[in-house]
């Protein structure tokens, strides 16, 4: 089975520029998220997708944004690139059902930003 | 606010030595907690979980966490360390909203092994 993939692994851009980053969940799994991983900031929650829709978001500005497609892979979209946007994306997807409650969530292996 | 606190920034054990990483959370209901494990310019892979029955969970490479309701604390033990554990450790709990869920994860402990 596929895990989650994410693309591209490595990704350049110059500040004020738009950045957009893929993610592919485990087949079967609706739910996507996304988390920022900057140096000295720690894991940061994103955003989560469900079925298309957006379900809830972490404390970033509105530059911040993503969907979720039909077939579940989502993508996240980096507008008026900052500096400190530099940082290694994470995506996950969930395997968790309305009735269990929680989600066990799987990472794939980040895409790095790095904003010049 | 729901949040979790990793005591330890950066651990060295010895190679064959027992460790264990501390994890405190602050969440009003019973939690869901994670130890999740990151190797240099890796994602994340989950090491174990916590949902509910047994305090004492297992989890992969040897790993095992005790939760402590009383102490609001996830501990994460191992009896022997080996080199290829060296990573980046981090400790989340679930949020529960709805449907779903979001991890909110504590700022990892950074574990270094010496031989």
């Known amino acids: 089975e596929a895990g989650v993939t994410q693309s591209p692994t490595h990704l350049i851009k110059t500040r004020g520029q738009q950045a957009t980053l893929r993610c592919s969940p485990i087949s079967g799994h609706t739910s996507v998220y996304w988390y920022q991983q900057a140096l000295g900031l720690g894991l940061q929650f994103l955003l989560w997708y469900d079925e298309g829709e ?7 500005p509105p530059r911040f944004s ?23 994306y994470l995506c996950a997807s969930g395997d968790g059902t309305p009735s269990s ?8 292996a980040g895409s790095r930003l790095t904003v010049l | 606010a729901q949040s979790v606190t990793q005591p330890d920034i950066h651990i060295t054990v010895s190679e064959g030595a027992s460790l264990e990483l501390r994890c405190n959370y602050s969440y009003g209901a019973t939690p869901y907690l994670f ?8 994602g994340l892979q989950l090491l174990l979980k916590y949902f509910s029955g047994d305090t004492l969970v297992q989890g992969i490479k040897g ?3 005790e939760f402590k309701r009383s102490q609001s604390s996830f501990n994460l033990r191992k009896p022997s360390v080996h080199w290829s554990d060296a990573a980046e450790y981090f400790c989340a709990v679930a949020l529960i909203r709805g449907a779903g869920t979001a991890l909110i994860f504590g700022k990892g402990t950074t574990l270094s092994v010496s031989s």
């Open chain 1, 54 to 60: 957006e379900r809830n978001r972490g404390n970033f």
């Open chain 1, 101 to 108: 409650g929680a989600n066990v969530l799987t990472f794939g």
């Open chain 2, 35 to 42: 130890w999740y494990v990151q190797s240099p310019g890796q």
């Open chain 2, 63 to 65: 790993f095992e966490a």
């Open chain 1, 66 to 88: 993503g969907r979720q497609f039909p077939n579940y892979s989502s993508e996240l979209n980096v507008n008026a690139l900052e500096l400190e946007d530099s940082a290694l």
